[in-house]
């Protein structure tokens, strides 16, 4: 009795011991499976992925290919529509949820399925055997990659959740056409999104990676006739999808320095105003054939926040030709006068001029060794000249001027901090100097329009913006909103821009913008650049060759375009703004001659309203005075405009005796060069204003050279060497040296 009981005391033990080392092993292997490492199993999952970039409104730009040229987007499983997931489980997996990574049940039948069918009906590899192939990359019908696939489908089924295995799987197999996951099928084969297929176009989708070529609904439609009347039908209305491929420069911008592409990117591009304004583009292109014009790019931003609307590189980026593929928006071109009202702004924050100010457009030297004597784009020269008008008709010799006073590093760092980064020195040694005010140096539409914005934005200044998710960071304010709104004042006066570009202007609209346009030296760019209360725009026009632009010396075609896309985009609201004005404490609008910039005298024939600086009291106008012997009203001009009215003496006079004994010119300090050509023809000239006494006394290097009369104007010889001119002029004196080498 005793060896009895012992005896079913033993076999308890020995059942309870083989229960415990089979729980164990349950245990133990998937909890090994799953913290042994699994790095084929990690690359899979890391994989590239096609990438979605949407618009502002959720309308796809592009989907991005693989490198092979395929397309696989992922789709969270969440999103995958439960009717889909089941069809597939249906199709591929019945027991998906019910084993471990392998169905032994469906290994056994399908073998006696497929025999009775005479027929490949069914295989036996589950979900996760099918995941586990890929991830092994063995295709080699052999038993031990088979086996390979067993191990591996449990490794992963340790690893993963259902869920998870089942949106790896859907995500990433294949389904023909190039195309990889149920997101890219549909797309493929359909046309459409996951959430808009019928059941029959699930159907089909559910069939199709049984064998993809075999399966084809576009090729082989007849295949799906006895599954069900509605996979025929979808079937039959299956057709190939066209993947879009809009803005490719920008697409190309927003991608080129990312090494893994997020599933999806939601820009700020709004697309249907990239198509209005790429027609523009392109008809503006069409119609300047003949003109060396073969290239064009445009940046349209958003005001509000500095998002980017639309971002053409090039008319054309297949026309491989004229190197469609380069992006005209990065290029660095010469901007020409565009730069200007960054330097009149500068200039009015640094309290050296106001709108009234007048600036002489008369020829002028600047530099010494290097002289610099510019000219304007129609080679006139204006005389005295008001601010507002010098910028509104981009005229030259004010804005050299301007730059001189200010410094040309002073106008550098502001240049800089407005974005313009490509105008630093680099290695090739270039340095800026007052050509810099004439939009010398290189810079590129994806600096420019950004700058430009800060007008209509009471100066603050905001980076560019490519995504809708983006946060509107680093606002900084780099003018006064004074300053800003006046210079929006001068861009924005279609009057003022008449002495440069005449009264029938490209650019004049029926809502408030403001417009400056840019022409490079050599003719090799055109630009425009525009803004309203609600966007800012830039075209630029040429070629990538660097051949001069034929038979265009202004930029009317960039500003048509311009123009045209501000009118087919401009809230109607628009129509009814005004800029705002400048804060009343610090501006007032005042009466003032319209050819002194001093506030209106009697004499005066033309008289304007104007922003004033409350605290300049400014005098009244002097230049305009009555003839001693008659009522007339003579115009008495400054010395600085002898050389200027010398040419037009119908215009006025000169009052020499209350200004100052002047060189107007050459400067201390110029150089010259001897020439053994034409030595009868050389010579020095000098021109010289001011001073009380009609008479001048000239030394050359301290002899007594010759006595003149008004105007002051004599040459003196070409000498080698180091050389000094003394004048006196009653009790004024000056001497100035010079070098001929």
């Known amino acids: 009795m005793l060896n009895l009981e012992c005896l079913k005391t033993q076999r308890a033990k020995t059942v309870l011991c083989v229960i415990s080392i089979k729980l164990f092993l349950v245990l133990l292997i998937p909890l090994t499976l799953r913290l042994v490492p699994f790095p084929e199993l990690n690359d899979y999952i890391e994989k590239e992925y096609s990438c979605r970039i949407y618009d502002r409104n959720g309308e796809i730009i592009q989907i991005t290919p693989l490198p092979g040229g395929g397309r696989r987007e992922f789709t969270q499983i969440k999103k995958i529509p439960k009717s889909l997931q089941k069809n597939f489980i249906r199709q591929e997996d019945r027991r998906f949820y019910f084993h471990h990574g392998v169905d032994w049940l469906a290994i056994i039948k399908a073998p006696i399925q497929n025999h009775r069918a005479g027929k490949i009906v069914r295989g036996g590899s589950t979900i996760t055997m099918q995941l586990a192939k890929a991830v092994n990359q063995d295709n080699s019908p052999t038993i031990s990659r088979k086996l390979k696939d067993i191990f591996y489908a449990f490794r992963i089924e340790a690893k993963l959740s259902k869920k998870k295995i089942l949106e790896l799987y859907l995500n990433s197999i294949y389904f023909g056409s190039n195309s990889y996951g149920i997101t890219s099928a549909a797309r493929t084969y359909f046309g459409c999104e996951l959430n808009e297929l019928t059941e029959g176009q699930i159907q089909v989708l559910s069939i199709i990676p049984r064998n993809p070529s075999f399966y084809n609904p576009i090729e082989h439609s007849a295949r799906y006739k006895d599954i069900s009347p509605q996979a025929w039908d979808a079937a039959q209305e299956a057709k190939y999808f066209r993947y879009p491929y809009r803005l490719p420069h920008f697409v190309n911008y927003i991608t080129a320095d990312t090494d893994k592409l997020p599933y999806e990117l939601h820009t700020t591009i709004d697309l249907r105003i990239s198509e209005i304004a790429q027609n523009f583009l392109l008809e503006a292109l069409e119609q300047a054939q003949g003109s060396r014009i073969t290239n064009g790019s445009l940046l349209l931003l958003n005001n509000a926040d500095g998002s980017v609307l639309t971002w053409l590189g090039n008319g054309d980026f297949f026309d491989s030709e004229n190197n469609g593929q380069i992006d005209g928006v990065l290029v660095k071109n010469q901007p020409g006068s565009s730069m200007k009202p960054f330097l ?191 966007y800012t725009i830039g075209v630029w026009m040429g070629n990538f060759s660097g051949n001069t632009v034929m038979g265009k010396t202004g930029s009317s075609l960039p500003a048509w375009v311009a123009k045209n896309v501000f009118d087919k985009i401009t809230p109607k609201d628009s129509y009814n703004y005004e800029f705002p004005q400048p804060d009343p404490h610090g501006w007032h609008k005042e009466r003032i001659c319209s050819l002194s910039g001093l506030k209106a005298g009697p004499n005066c024939k033309a008289v304007v309203t104007e922003y004033v600086k409350n605290d300049s009291n400014l005098s009244t106008c002097s230049w305009h005075i009555k003839s001693k012997n008659s009522n007339e009203i003579q115009t008495v001009f400054p010395p600085e405009y002898q050389q200027w009215l010398r040419q037009r003496p119908d215009k006025g006079l000169i009052e020499y005796s209350q200004n100052p004994l002047t060189i107007l010119t050459p400067k201390q300090d110029s150089l010259f060069f001897y020439s053994s050509l034409n030595t009868e023809l050389q010579a020095i000239p000098f021109e010289v204003t001011g001073g009380n006494e009609n008479q001048l006394e000239v030394f050359y290097d301290e002899k007594k050279y010759a006595t003149i009369n008004r105007p002051f104007i004599f040459s003196l010889p070409v000498n080698r060497g180091v050389h000094s001119c003394r004048i006196i002029c009653g009790n004024e004196e000056l001497t100035l040296s010079y070098t001929v080498k």
Do not use: H, W
């Open 344 to 534: 009149y702004a500068l200039a009015l924050e640094k309290n050296i001029i106001q709108p009234s100010t007048v600036l002489a457009d008369v020829p002028t030297e600047f530099g010494n060794e290097k002289l610099y004597i510019p000219e304007n784009f129609n080679n006139r020269f204006n005389g005295p000249v008001r601010m507002r008008i010098a910028l509104a008709s981009s005229l030259n010799v004010p804005a050299v001027s301007t730059l001189n006073k200010i410094g040309v590093q002073t106008y550098l760092e502001k240049l800089y901090e407005l974005g313009f980064e490509s105008l630093r020195q680099n290695d090739s040694g270039i340095k800026a100097d007052l050509g810099l005010a004439l939009g010398a140096g290189e810079v590129s539409l994806y600096e420019l329009v950004p700058a430009f914005s800060v007008f209509v934005r009471d100066g603050n200044f905001l980076p560019l913006k490519y995504l809708k998710d983006e946060k509107l960071t680093n606002v900084r304010q780099l003018y006064s909103a004074d300053t800003s709104r006046i210079i929006s004042s001068i861009l924005s006066d279609k009057g003022a821009r008449a002495l440069g570009f005449g009264y029938t202007q490209t650019f004049q609209t029926d809502y408030p913008s403001i417009f400056k346009t840019g022409t490079s030296n050599q003719y090799q760019n055109i630009i425009a650049l525009g803004a309203t209360k609600d």
